[in-house]
């Protein structure tokens, strides 16, 4: 989808902002009673600032079976504390530079930005509709309609209303990308295969002018609709595809289903949320 942003509310924030990406130990106890009671993790991350308090924004994100915390700041947290309470390692927190995306937003400026949906296929059949199926992006490879049963544990408070909207739009204005190569468009980073690879494209660019840099840059990030599968050490390709498309009109509307969000027990494990 794209929208016209509205800079204003940029535009009260530093000169300077970090993202941090936390990983969090889904099978910590501490972990559990955080999750059903997000106050104690917003309590956590506000420690992570010292000096008066700023407005932080924080949301919780899943990937790849795994549960994250994605931190906007105006200055570097010390997580030490907070994973100490909440991840494995002090290693599950990453924070980096927001500025390089921020300084390419201007007034009247028209992005993308991200919709979490279930893409899906209808089978024509003569005469009628036919079978609606998951999109298929690769061979062998199927998106299903979601499970709302793990949505209410992985979404929200206890309480807690949602809605989960089903909806067909033409292929043809469709366009599918890989939601992890996103993540690295929005980090301002270069997409790559393997290590080795990150190495060789990031000595390169260090000999680059800035223009030519951002010439790269932008040739690199096509790599984004790059959906075929690749799982190695490196990087998990295919796995989660997101799609986005011009506009949502009514008529595309198939299925609408409520759900609420349910209290954590001690029993939810990384397993279950996967």
């Known amino acids: 989808m794209k929208r016209r942003l509205n800079t204003m509310r940029l535009q009260n924030w530093g000169e300077e902002m970090y993202l941090s990406r936390i990983r969090l130990d889904a099978a910590n106890r501490n972990t559990l009673r955080a999750l059903a009671a997000p106050q104690k993790l917003h309590?956590?991350?506000?420690?992570?600032?010292?000096?008066?308090?700023?407005?932080?924004?924080?949301?919780?994100?899943?990937?790849?079976?795994?549960?994250?915390?994605?931190?906007?700041?105006?200055?570097?947290?010390?997580?030490?504390?907070?994973?100490?309470?909440?991840?494995?390692?002090?290693?599950?927190?990453?924070?980096?530079?927001?500025?390089?995306?921020?300084?390419?937003?201007?007034?009247?400026?028209?992005?993308?930005?991200?919709?979490?949906?279930?893409?899906?296929?209808?089978?024509?059949k003569e005469n009628t509709r036919g079978k609606v199926l998951a999109h298929i992006t690769a061979d062998h490879q199927k998106h299903h309609k979601p499970d709302l049963r793990s949505e209410r544990w992985t979404n929200g408070s206890a309480g807690d209303k949602f809605v989960c909207i089903e909806i067909e739009v033409p292929d043809e204005q469709v366009l599918l990308s890989d939601f992890d190569s996103w993540e690295l468009v929005l980090l301002?980073?270069?997409?790559?295969?393997?290590?080795?690879?990150?190495?060789?494209?990031?000595?390169f660019y260090q000999k680059l002018s800035s223009e030519k840099q951002r010439e790269m840059k932008y040739r690199n990030w096509e790599r984004v609709f790059d959906i075929s599968p690749l799982n190695n050490d490196w990087i998990l390709r295919g796995w989660w595809i997101q799609a986005t498309f011009w506009v949502?009109?009514?008529?595309?509307?198939?299925?609408?289903?409520?759900?609420?969000?349910?209290?954590?027990?001690?029993?939810?494990?990384?397993?279950?949320?996967?």
């Open 188 to 203: 301002d980073a270069l997409i790559s295969e393997t290590e080795a690879e990150d190495h060789e494209l990031d000595r």
């Open 43 to 124: 309590g956590a991350l506000e420690s992570a600032f010292s000096g008066p308090r700023k407005r932080n924004l924080w949301r919780i994100d899943s990937l790849n079976g795994d549960l994250y915390i994605l931190l906007l700041s105006e200055e570097i947290p010390d997580l030490s504390g907070f994973c100490r309470q909440y991840c494995r390692t002090a290693d599950d927190a990453q924070t980096k530079q927001y500025d390089g995306l921020l300084v390419r937003i201007t007034a009247g400026s028209v992005w993308h930005f991200r919709l979490t949906a279930n893409p899906v296929k209808s089978q024509k």
């Open 248 to 274: 949502l009109t009514k008529d595309m509307i198939r299925k609408v289903r409520y759900f609420t969000a349910a209290r954590r027990s001690t029993s939810y494990t990384r397993s279950s949320a996967q």
